[in-house]
């Protein structure tokens, strides 16, 4: 999970963690921050350019963005299961900053996901995405946390 900005509100962070330590699949946060003192548009630029560079080789990309493809959780579950079993090297999950991901980072992914249409905090983007990861895990695993 790459995401721009930094991670400081107890709450979320301690959620954050309790989904991280669920999941049998790794999950690894690593936050980027540019310069805060370039204009809006050369700042995504910048937040494009560290996501991508921290992006590990092989990796599916996928980019977090509100124009994105809504999947339901066993679609989700699906999609990384098939990754899993092509052998891809894992997944990079891009989390923009406040104005969103850069057009860079759109063109490298290999899916563009959407939590619905609403814009949401990107710090508790983080908790969904660890969330959802984790109930692919239980679903690909047949656990029962998954109801639907």
Do not use: N
Not at 1 to 14: Q, S
Not at 74 to 93: I, K, N, T, Y
């Amino acid at each position: 999970m790459l995401a721009v900005g930094r991670g400081r509100e107890p709450p979320l962070d301690a959620l954050f963690a309790d989904y991280v330590r669920r999941c049998t699949w790794p999950i690894r946060l690593v936050e980027v921050q540019p310069r805060p003192t370039l204009a809006p548009d050369r700042r995504k630029d910048a937040e494009a350019a560290l996501l991508l560079a921290a992006v590990p080789s092989g990796a599916v990309v996928v980019a977090l963005d509100e124009r994105g493809r809504d999947h339901s959780s066993g679609e989700l579950a699906q999609r990384l299961g098939m990754w899993r079993d092509q052998g891809r090297r894992g997944a990079a999950f891009l989390i923009g900053g406040p104005d969103g991901l850069a057009e860079a980072a759109l063109a490298a992914a290999d899916l563009h996901l959407a939590f619905g249409r609403q814009t949401w905090p990107h710090r508790l983007v983080r908790v969904m995405l660890a969330e959802q990861l984790y109930r692919a895990t239980t679903i690909l695993g047949g656990h029962p946390y998954h109801r639907a």
